[in-house]
Each structure stands twice: as structure tokens, then as C-alpha cells.
């Protein structure tokens, strides 16, 4: 008798152990593996610089975070190891509501993008599921449910630099090639609108008849696509606005906004001597944040403007090149 409750009782805890293991299995699955941030960022900028003595040394950059008065300089992701070196990472995008953070690096040799916390914690390399279609990512773009990601990568087989579009999710780390670049044609700059439903990108054309740029609006659902905007200028940038009535776009070096649906009317918002680069919207829609040349030659600042140009303002004043990244 007691042998036998004895066995019930062993059966009982081997079946529980069991199910606490699948459980805990089926979560890493399903979702990143990485903890909430201990505590929530918000009301600040985050951008890559090299900023850093020690990383420019390494040829790598960092992370950072800012308030937008200019104060609180934190680095956020320091170096990231990568062989008998470190990572010089090329663009981030960031999630608000679930804190997330994504970073890409324009490595050969890395297939994959590292994932962290807006507060720097859980730093992991996220890899796809099968084959190698994450390396040499330059930009990358999270959509707004925190799930969906896109990226612009190198392809191979060309005798210049192509890229194309490949898309996955953060959560099965399953992706597919969604715009293939050719000989004559790259496809650059993926953002989600603010609902998900749309992808805008820039397909930039390179031939014998010379270069041009054209801007792209993608339906997720259907897969129709519509030319909003064409230009024989370099357009190098397009992102949304968290209202969905405005892209800001980078035009030969300098920032404009559109409608999206209203014509191709351009509105310049920036005459910088340098440039101005990166914009990025502020949550409300009603400032965008960039990056523009210093007085300093190779050097550069963030700065911030409203959503009409007006009221510029410089928020950091740090050495190194910067990428800006998201305001959240």
C-alpha cells in the first residue's frame, strides 16, 4: 500500500514538473526573452553615437538616451561584442508600449539583430528562424503592435551595394523577402503607418538612364502598392507621423513633410548649410526630432523643431556622429 502512494505521489509531481517545463517552453516561443524593464522610459530621445572614446577606438558605437531638455546623457547599450571585435550598429527603432528596442548592425557575418529594453537591460541577438536573411541589415523598423519588424538589407550578387526588403516578427522569428533589389533598383527606409496597415519605403533607381527615387506605399493586406511621389533628387528617408497625416522625408540632404493621400506637394522644413538627417517624430505628432552637422567639422547634433520647421533647438552637444533613433 504505501509503495503504491508512494508511485501515485511520484507520478503526480513528475506530471506537474512536466507541465511547469512545456509551460515555460511555449513562452520562450512565443515571446522575446527578455524581462519588463524595471522602470518604464519615456520623455526622452534614444540615438547611436560614437560619442564614446572608447567605442570610436573599437570602430563601434553605443546607444544612448537624452531628455528632451538636453540633460541626462545615459548610455544605454554600450559596445556589443562580435568576434575578435565590436558592432558599429547602423539604425534602431524602439516600441513604447512594450519598451522594446531593436538595433541593427551592417555586418556580413551577422545574421540576426540584437533586441534589448528602452533601459538597456535583456541586450540578446534575435536570429531568424531559418536561413540567413538578417545580415548586413541597415535599417529597421518595428510596426506599431510591437510584433511585426522590417528591414532593409544588403543582398549579395551585385557589382554595387543593392537592398531589399525582408519581414518577419519578433515573436516566431520567421522572416521572408519581401522586395528583391535588382541591378538597377534598391528599396530603403521601411515604416509602418500607425496603424499597421500600410509600409512606406523609398525604391531608388541607379541605370544608365541615372538615378531617381520614388516613394512607395505598400497595403499589408492586400500587397497593392502606389507610387506617392517621384523624384530624379536622392530621397534617402521617409517616416510617419503618429497621426498618419504627415511623412517627413529626407531630400538631398534636407527635411520635408507631405501628405500622404493629398498630392505630392512638398513642404521644406530644414536649410541646415551641413544637412539634417534622421527625422523622427515626437509621440504627439507636434515636434520631430534630427540630426544636423555642428559647428565642429565631423561632429553632429540632435535637434528639434516643430512639425512646421518652425522653433529649431538644439538638444545635445556631445562629439562623434549620431544616428537618431526614436522618440518615446
Not at 154 to 179: C, I, M, N, S
Not at 314 to 320: A, E, S
Amino acid at each position: 500500500m504505501i509503495s503504491i502512494r508512494c508511485s501515485r505521489r511520484t507520478n503526480i509531481i513528475t506530471a506537474y514538473v512536466m507541465a511547469v517545463i512545456l509551460l515555460f517552453l511555449g513562452r520562450q516561443l512565443i515571446s522575446p526573452s527578455i524581462s519588463p524593464a524595471s522602470e518604464p522610459v519615456k520623455h526622452a530621445l534614444i540615438f547611436i553615437s560614437d560619442t564614446d572614446s572608447i567605442d570610436a577606438g573599437r570602430n563601434s558605437n553605443s546607444v544612448y538616451r537624452i531628455g528632451l531638455d538636453g540633460r541626462g546623457l545615459k548610455r544605454i547599450a554600450g559596445s556589443i561584442p562580435h568576434g575578435a571585435g565590436y558592432l558599429r550598429s547602423t539604425d534602431i527603432d524602439c516600441h513604447a508600449a512594450s519598451q522594446a528596442l531593436v538595433i541593427a548592425s551592417h555586418r556580413r557575418d551577422l545574421n540576426g539583430f540584437h533586441h534589448a529594453l528602452l533601459d538597456g537591460s535583456g541586450l540578446h541577438l534575435d536570429r531568424p528562424a531559418a536561413d540567413d536573411l538578417l545580415t548586413a541589415t541597415r535599417q529597421i523598423a518595428i510596426a506599431p503592435d510591437g510584433r511585426d519588424i522590417v528591414v532593409s538589407r544588403q543582398f549579395e550578387g551585385f557589382a554595387e551595394p543593392r537592398f531589399g526588403l525582408v519581414a518577419g516578427d519578433l515573436f516566431t522569428r520567421y522572416f521572408g523577402v519581401v522586395k528583391s533589389p535588382t541591378a538597377e533598383r534598391s528599396y530603403i527606409s521601411p515604416d509602418f503607418s500607425p496603424a499597421g496597415r500600410l509600409l512606406a519605403y523609398i525604391s531608388r533607381r541607379d541605370d544608365a538612364a541615372g538615378r531617381g527615387s520614388s516613394l512607395v506605399l505598400a497595403n499589408q493586406a492586400s500587397g497593392r502598392e502606389q507610387i506617392i511621389y517621384e523624384t530624379s533628387r536622392q530621397i534617402s528617408e521617409v517616416v510617419w507621423s503618429p497621426t498618419g497625416e504627415w511623412l517627413a522625408l529626407v531630400v538631398d540632404r534636407q527635411i520635408y513633410r507631405m501628405h500622404p493621400f493629398g498630392g505630392a506637394a512638398l513642404g521644406r522644413l530644414t536649410d541646415h548649410l551641413g544637412g539634417a538627417t534622421s527625422p523622427r517624430w515626437s509621440p504627439d505628432g507636434a515636434q520631430i526630432s534630427y540630426v544636423t552637422p555642428s559647428t565642429y567639422p565631423g561632429l553632429q547634433q540632435i535637434m528639434t523643431m516643430n512639425a512646421d520647421g518652425s522653433d529649431k533647438q538644439r538638444v545635445t552637444n556631445i562629439r562623434g556622429q549620431v544616428t537618431n533613433g526614436c522618440w518615446v
